[in-house]
């Protein structure tokens, strides 16, 4: 084996360790980016929507590709969520019947 050959396969050899590390770091961000893209295409929660978590009423003020803004509606404060935990939470959405 000559030196080009052994370099070659130390090359190879580190470009997959590079692109094994990469992949670890960023998979917490692709996680986000999916389920707040996910959720922003579920068309049962848009902007604007009056939703209860926990019995308490909230306005999604934003729905964000990592994080989701919601705003209560009777201390005007702001909730952060991260996208990844909306999983967790039990949304609840008042539907008003059609007259």
């Known amino acids: ?3 080009m050959e052994t370099l070659t ?5 580190t470009n997959i360790i590079i ?3 990469i992949a670890v770091l960023f998979k917490d961000v692709i996680t986000n980016f999916l389920i707040g893209l996910k959720f922003y295409l579920n068309k049962n929660f848009n902007e604007s ?3 209860y978590i926990n019995d308490k009423e909230y306005i999604i003020v934003k729905i964000g590709l990592t ?5 209560n509606t009777e ?9 990844d ?4 939470i039990n949304f609840e959405k008042q539907i008003l019947e059609k007259k």
């Open 67 to 71: 994080s989701t803004i919601f705003q």
């Open 1 to 3: 084996m000559n030196k």
């Open 9 to 13: 396969d130390m090359s190879t050899y």
């Open 85 to 88: 935990r909306l999983k967790y």
């Open 49 to 51: 929507d009056i939703v």
């Open 75 to 83: 201390t005007n404060k702001w909730m952060y969520i991260s996208n």
């Open 19 to 21: 692109s094994l590390l």
